[in-house]
């Protein structure tokens, strides 16, 4: 296996010069040898075993030995499950292994950045290292698996068509219908509205700086996060009008919404993709598709968005189509979702089914391979999300399907290049691989779930009922330990009781006492004892 480093260059020199010098010394200790015949055959003896302590003795190196770049270098080329491993091998290699910055890596590219943020050089929250934070956020991730509970939200007087949830404020954004956008914290506590927009609102999108939202009448509503307030925004404009602002240039009603660091992204059925600068609030760019857009998700300087039937790449910094998934499903393309490296891109369309694309970036150009495809529902699923390892689907039939992809994205990167390279980059020369079967299905208890979103242990979802549904797992993890407990209290009582039915048997007490039992009151033997002899008796008294 070869590993690039920066310093392959100067490694390669220092072991050819090592290797130079000590080719060097055996050709001068050869030549002494020869000059001088009387020692030769003498010393032949201490001179092959001398060879062979050096070649012993060049191979007791250790992975430690190697220069600290390479060392790293070779750490990088491992999963998380993989370093796990090699940290059990020594203390030295624990040290290593754990304190390496790989594990930054493995944390932000499977959920960002962790809420509380911190410099690069500085401590982290509670002193937690990157490991301890990656080991305790992928302990978490199996809540979803386990027991949950349910809080149901009323407020809203019609059917609630997007939601959202902001979980590094604590936040939850829902609108719909009844045009009001209602700010909710993760308990299911009412905290905000607004006016009445005048519209159905379709899309939500938010962080901690900005609110937006986007409706039926081609708008985009947006709110400033207020320095000070504690839930960020002023929905009712109380506390600070300058807060709130429109953006407007799209002529038709407005599907998805999502926000970057420094633009918004926003999709249409006026069959546009629009991107804005969130400093001088003025459209930069517009992306045209020859169908309505139901769908879209930005990554860096690549934003993928879904019009009919086809799923669109594009660059956002000349507008060029990177690379086009013709007929993603049957029927319309409802919903995208993609991981937070933008390696892999889901989609869920009108039949029913969800798959699963990897992009493979190449220069101006990205290949889209397929890697797995699921059908959970017999409806259209509408809204798709993902916080590793989870994504997350509602569909009108009225259930969420839970899948876990973990497995999936530890595909060989170096292969799938491969295969590109021979192939090429279009989606068709690749077959996708069977339909598999999500992990869980939840019921919405109710039809026509319309929008979902995941984090922070729960799910939210809203629909044609008019009301929004957290499923709270918080205290999965609890609830998992306390039966498991109880399981090993069982397991523990049930071995001591068959520890004492051995000992009483070994000791002979149960069996003697049955064997003495046995002969005092035989059923086949003797029938002259004390029982019978009674009832002899009793026969003759009654005669």
Known sequence: MAFECQVETEICKDLTDFVESSCEEEQIESNQLSSNPKTETSSSSSLKQLHSNDVVTS??????????????????????????????????????????????????????????????????????????????????????????????????????????????????????????????????????????????????????????????????????????????????????????????????????????????????????????????????????????????????????????SDVYLWDTMNGAVMNVIRNAHVGNTYSLAQSHTGDFLFTGGEDGAIKMFEIISDGDEAGILPVARWIPHTDPVYSLAFEFPWLVSASSDGKLSLIDVRKLLRASRRNIRRNIRKRGSRVEDFNEKTDEAPQRMIHGFGRNLFSVDIGADRIVCGGEEGVVRIWNFTQALEIERRARALRERRSENRMRRRQLQIELNGKGGRTDQCSVAAKKNPVNGDRNGVWHSKRGMSGKLKA
């Open 59 to 308: 191979f007791c190196w250790s992975i430690t030995d190697l220069p600290p770049a390479l060392i790293s270098e070779i750490l990088n080329c491992l999963d998380p499950k993989e370093l796990g491993i090699v940290s059990c091998v020594s203390t030295t290699l624990y040290r290593i292994a754990s304190e390496h910055q790989v594990w930054k890596e493995f944390y932000c590219e499977r959920w960002g950045q962790p809420f509380v943020q911190v410099p690069l050089d500085a401590g982290l929250p509670d002193e937690k290292s990157w490991k301890e934070l990656f080991v305790e956020r992928e302990y978490r991730s199996k809540t979803f698996l386990g027991r949950y509970s349910i809080d149901v939200l009323h407020g809203h007087t019609e059917a609630v068509r997007t939601v959202f949830l902001l979980a590094s404020a604590k936040l939850i954004f829902t609108s719909g219908y009844d045009s009001v956008v209602r700010m909710w914290d993760l308990d299911g506590l009412s905290i905000a509205s607004s006016k009445t927009l005048g519209c159905t609102i379709r899309a939500v999108a938010a962080d901690t700086k900005l609110l937006v939202v986007g409706g039926t009448d081609g708008f985009i509503q947006c709110w400033r996060a207020v320095e000070g307030l504690q839930h960020l925004f002023d929905l009712k404009g109380s506390e600070n009008r300058n807060s709130e602002f429109r953006l407007w240039e799209h002529e038709g009603p407005i599907t998805s919404l999502a926000l970057d660091f420094t633009r918004i992204y926003s999709g249409s059925w006026d069959m546009t993709v629009r991107v804005w600068d969130r400093s001088s609030l003025k459209c930069i760019q517009v992306l045209r598709h020859g169908d309505w857009v139901w769908s879209l998700v930005p990554h860096g300087t690549t934003v993928a968005s879904s019009s009919g």
